[in-house]
């Protein structure tokens, strides 16, 4: 086994009607004035956010509401919220959402926690060294935020908008209630989204240089095998509760670091993440959903970069999708395949033609090189090491 450090802070409070606990929750861990974080209007629209107002109010806690987040949410909003939420003098936020609103949630947590700073410097280099205490009660099974260490926003007050992520314990929540029955009302398409991201938070970990730690990878094939099973029937019948149940799990444990524990990138990160980076990207310059963007780049990246390890493949294909038959070159094409037809399945796009509606002009790929390079500043990936010209191949 490799070396690894497992840290997972989050207290899971699972099922049917648990917002009921927001109150008791959110005192336990310190919280008496709250300030509370949600979208565009789902949260309302629904009446879980006046619900969770009123748990609030009863239990005698002081609390400030701020919607208005966007998905591939902005600067300017959580800003905005940063200097709400100090006039308020919060001293806990509460997310009710989705990874948006979970994401701006963090960066308010994390500036209000430090007087005179502004939201960006955390995401330019400033190290977070203290935060406010975060509480989530989750509407959607997707970005993995309620249980992971990342935040990711996108720079609309630049003049090229930039989308980056940043990584801190100190953003991991107290608690995350997870309710299944309060996704049932999320759009096919945002489901779809969903259950690709969670793929491809296992398989960004599974793809990763440095393995060894089998039970990693064991944990990583069943999380594999659950989501392609239930993420087409939640898309299907967004009321079939085992379904929703069984996303809203994979999404939380997918991206809490279990099905990537010893598998190491090139710089001793968990894994391989360019696809993430390709797609955060192609967000940044089109405002694309998060998992349709991952799904349009994965089989273009996952041919461009299998010959690194060739066994690697053979054992996905295997393991995930029972592919036995055939030479290696076969099973790792069937493989690759088979994850193409998962996707498909949620009704998400396999190409960038088919994210971006058109095909992409050579101008277009080389500013979303551009972008995912940082100007030709960075390389990306762990599985296989990819510079300016193998991120415009892939694009390609
Ligand atoms: O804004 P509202 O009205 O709530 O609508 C949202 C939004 O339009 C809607 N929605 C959420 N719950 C709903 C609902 N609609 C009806 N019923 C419900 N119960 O869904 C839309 C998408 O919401 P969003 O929060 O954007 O979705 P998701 O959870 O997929 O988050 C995506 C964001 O998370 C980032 C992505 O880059 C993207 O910006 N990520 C965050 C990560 C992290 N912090 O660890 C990791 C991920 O890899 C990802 O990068
Ligand atoms: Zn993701």
Redesign the pocket.
Known sequence: MQKFVYYAPTEIVFGRGEEARAAELVKHYGGSRVFVV??????AK?GLLGRVEEILRAAGIAFSASGG?????LVSTARRMVEEARAFRADFILAI???????TA?AVADTVAAPGSDVWEFWTGRKVETALPIGVIL??S????ET?N???LTNDTLPQHT?R?INTDLNRPKFAILNPE??M???KW?IG??AA?IFM?TAERYFAPILGNHLTDEIAEGLFRDVIHFGPLAVQNPKDYEAMSELMWCGSVS?VGLTGVGAKGDTAREGDWAC?QLG?AL?AIGDYT??ATLTAVFPAWARYVKDANPSRFVRFAEKVYGIKEGTEEVRIEAGIQATEHYFRSLGMPITLTELLGHTPEKKELEAFALECSYQKTRSIGGFKVLGYEDILNIYE
């Open positions: 949600y979208g565009g209007g789902s949260a629904s987040v966007v998905p591939n949410p959402g989705g990874g948006s609103v979970i994401d963090k509407t959607i997707a970005a993995g935020s992971s990342s935040a990711v989308k992520g309060l996704t009302t999320l759009p945002q989204a969903g991201d938070h991206h993430h955060m967000s998060h998992g």
